[in-house]
């Protein structure tokens, strides 16, 4: 598990310089957890979230799920019932390349989601999709079991944890 430390993005960015890359400022905030990190779980899917709930289902302490949805605006990923699944199962964030749904009520809920924007139409459920493979959308590759800090400023990615 990870260690509660505080932290702020633009310290890391000082502090660790060539350490971090920072993803283009294309998200926006959802959920009332301002900040979050973890090692990267990731998902490439396109407008189906059956992959999603299965990885929601499980133990996700000290892990953040990233998902690239193919940057579909046409449907949700993540609705209100996945955002109470992460906090049920520990996940520290979730970040998508594509929308939510719920958003007025994930925004009461001790979640932290960045995701381009909301949709209220819900996904397929085909079934499709890849698991803990590298995957590129905000100006950055995201790579299962390397680390990612989140907070207002920013998403940083490190190979190791930068936080022990």
Known sequence: ML???????????????????????????????????????????????????????LDGTGKVLVIDGGASLRCALVGDRLAALAIKNHWSGIIINGCIRDSALINTMNVGIRALNTCPVKSIKRNSGE???????????????????????GILLSEQNLLD
């Open 3 to 57: 260690p509660t430390t505080l932290f702020t993005t633009a310290d890391l960015c000082d502090q660790y310089p060539e350490q971090v890359l920072c993803a283009d400022s294309i998200f926006q905030d959802f959920g009332n957890k301002n900040s979050f990190f973890g090692k990267i779980t990731t998902l490439k899917l396109f407008e189906d979230n059956t992959k999603v709930r299965q990885q929601l289902e």
């Open 131 to 153: 698991k803990d493979i590298p995957v590129k959308f905000a100006g950055v590759t995201f790579a299962t079991d390397h680390y990612v800090y989140v907070d207002s400023d």
